[in-house]
């Protein structure tokens, strides 16, 4: 038995769960005679609403093809290996619930090894080597065929990517080392470090074939044939790929230097895959990719035994799996359909939610207003964004005359809602402007017609008092900008049923939203836990810490940007507002800074100005500024708000806002872009110890978002 194979069946007995991939050999006859052709499929049989992964016992059968078509290449009886995927899947990767299980560092070290050990085979083996991406190529799909000779794409192919940096390990089977010496470091970088920073930006066909990471590109009807008519041509000679010759002078390191510019930005030092990734393109500018190939084994094994990795693999979970059955929601049945929304206001919110409602239901929308310019505007503007959408070639013709179609504004209530099934409100933040819209529309809309409200604070219950039907008023936050943040707090208000409860949830998949069940509490999750942290930064700077340091000590969390960042995105009035609103049901933790009350007065949008192209303080708003005289350092002012922040949180788990941990994550994830690396928050303050020296325990179980003891 080989070391591989041996490595192989160890590391497959500690994840007896995996989803095997097969790696079947068929045998094809290349046109134009170009010989017998050994084509391996990946294929895990399941469809392709289940991906191919790569697990241990998976590797096992790749390795056990190479066996075959290696002794098919040295007898001459084959001219070339093929390798390409399932329908609309090449391969997604090393699968992550095997790497979630591992406990050792040498256990970590076998998976690194062993990928190396199979793939390398590919590239050795007596007859050119062929990858055909027919589909979806992520992580260690993508790297099975940067160890080919050769390499074609489908232009339909709709995901490529190295996202291992997002997930906090590094392309750990030879991405780091393979793809700068390809296509050159400053795209490589580009690949690994950039787009799996921004969110794991996607790549599609067209573009891998221009980066150079394919060498042919075809259409998806008839990829597979097409691939291997080019693939005779290569074999035959007919066609030589050539390849522009990869700088490895001074481009090779402003590259990286490039890429860690791009990660300090990003996570300022407090994730380590980045910066990994970036020493191992680094030296793979030598050329030496078996020194490549071990530096990125040891890179791979220390990061799968670090608490990054472990929260990025527990955010994943979160988004692709917890997402999709949201805890505490009523059984599907219960919804009822809606054919038809009408959304209370026109302005800039209103009017996002009702180009979502357009184009996800395809629905007819209605929107109100106190005034006809109001309502000219509001459907003025659902018209731009579909035409924009039409420009782009998002949408045909047809498709954009049939949503402007749909969409239609009124001035009279009772016109426009008489036959809607889903009433969502977007006015003013103010209880008593909200009671009264209810009160007008409960008295015009049909009796099963779900009232819905967008407040980010204000309680659903209050808001539904007064009316007959209490039972059918829901909450349904979205965040700004709508189009693009995922998450929706669906509020239950103390007398909502479970009709309207269903028929949200309904809405919100049909949305394609992230809806998490959040109880009537004020400020729900994402803004309560904002605020008290924006909060304590404010009363630290009120209290005399200078603007500087209190922003630059929260830079180690790597979030999307900072406190007072953030604050002029959602505005000075607004986060006033939610302030006040949370002093008055928590004034013993929520306090109103009197110097935010100054900006906001004086009709700042901010505390920066942007002269230079980067933030400097406004010196308007700096002589606004009241301060005492405590100053902290960076160190005092991260813990502060960190245990403020875990704090908030056993509170809020205590009350039951929502009902696990797991839930405020996710949240914080999808509503707020906090970091995969931190977990969204709760594993980072386990990690750092701030939960047990706040609340005396840990958030969540050992092993949940860290390494099994």
Known sequence: MSSTTELLKGAAELFPGEVVTQAHVRHLDLPGGAGRFALITLDNGFDHTKPTTIGPQSLANLNAAVDQVEKEAAEGTITGVGVTGKPFIFAVGADLKGVELLKEHKDALAIGKGGHDVFRRLSGLAVPTFAYYNGAAMGGGVEIGLHCSYRTVSSALPAFSLPEVFLGLVPGWGGCALLPNLIGADRAVSVIIENSLNQNRQLKGKQVFELGIADAIFEGADFLEQSLIWTASVLKGEIAVERPEVDRGDAWDQAVARGKAIADSKVHGAAPAAYRALEIIAAAKSGDLGAGFDAEDQALADLIMGGELRSGIYSFNLVQKRAKRPAGAPDKSLARPVTKVGVVGAGLMASQLALLFLRRLEVPVVLT?????????????????????????????????????????VLDKAEGFSDADFII?????????????????????????????????????????????????????????????????????????????????????????????????????????????????????????????????IEPLGLPMSPLVLLELVGPAI???????????????????????????????G????????????????????????????????????????????????????????????CLITGAGWPFHLGGITPYLDREGVSERVNGKPFLAPGVASVPA
């Open 369 to 409: 207003d106190i005034d006809q310019e109001r309502v000219d505007k509001g459907v003025g503007y659902v018209h731009a964004e579909i035409e924009k959408l039409l420009g782009k070639g998002r949408i045909n013709q047809d498709k954009a005359n049939r949503l402007k179609a749909l969409v239609s504004g």
């Open 575 to 605: 986060g006033l507002h939610v302030s006040e609103t949370l002093n008055r049901a928590f004034p013993d933790r929520f306090t109103v800074s009197e110097n935010l009350a100054a900006v906001v007065k004086a009709g700042k949008r």
């Open 425 to 553: 409100e977007a006015v003013f933040e103010e209880i008593g402007v909200k009671q009264k819209v209810f009160a007008e529309v409960e008295a015009v809309a049909p009796a099963h017609a779900i009232l819905a409200t967008n407040t980010s604070s204000l309680s659903v219950t209050e808001m539904a008092s007064k009316l007959k039907h209490p039972e059918r008023v829901v909450g349904f936050h979205f965040f700004n900008p709508v189009a693009i943040l995922p998450l929706l707090e669906i509020v239950r208000g103390e007398r909502t049923d479970d009709a309207s409860l269903a028929t949200a949830f309904g809405v919100a998949r049909k949305l394609k939203k992230t809806a998490v069940l959040v109880k009537d509490a004020p400020a729900f999750v994402v803004n309560r836990i904002l605020t008290r942290f924006m909060g304590e930064i404010q009363n630290i700077i009120d209290e005399g810490t200078p603007v500087e340091t209190a922003e630059k000590a």
């Open 607 to 666: 505390f920066y100005v942007y002269d230079s192209g980067a933030p400097v303080l406004d010196p308007e708003v700096a002589a606004l500024l009241k301060q005492g005289d405590t100053v902290l350092t960076e160190e005092q002012v991260r813990d502060r708000v960190l245990d403020a922040v875990a704090q908030e949180i056993g509170l809020m788990l205590a009350e039951g806002v929502v009902a696990e941990p797991q839930d405020i994550d996710l």
